[in-house]
Nanobody
């Protein structure tokens, strides 16, 4: 069992930065692929970024590539999403997710087993 708690959301002006954190509990964290997803009002949840078990590989949605950086610290059981050059279209609730252990980078939300409660990011133009 893995429990995930996101933090770091908030309100920021366009062009600004935020860093989201996701703290995990559970013994399998260090061997689990992790992901960030987001959901804006009236829209479906979409993939933002994924990272493999040791942080050696990452994948990003085209809309955030070059602006967001996904990293992890297995010793702290925490993953981070550094978001720079934020745009109004980045406004959404951001969710952290964990897959079962032993998997690489995952972009399909149906393959994630554990989800956090979400943290709101609001970018004003």
């Amino acid at each position: 069992q893995v429990q995930l708690v996101e933090s770091g959301g908030g309100s920021v002006q366009a062009g600004g930065s935020l860093r989201l954190s996701c703290a995990a509990s559970g013994r399998t964290f260090s061997s689990s692929a992790m992901g960030w997803f987001r959901q804006a009002p009236g829209k479906e949840r979409e993939f933002v970024a994924g990272i493999n078990w040791n942080g050696g590989r990452t994948s990003y949605a085209d809309s955030v590539k070059g602006r967001f950086t996904f990293s992890r610290d297995n010793a702290k059981k925490t993953v981070y999403l550094q978001m720079n050059s934020l745009k109004s279209e980045d406004t959404a609730v951001y969710y952290c997710a964990a897959a079962r252990q032993g998997l690489g980078v995952i972009t399909n939300p149906s393959l994630y087993v554990y989800w956090g409660q979400g943290t709101q990011v609001t970018v004003s133009s």
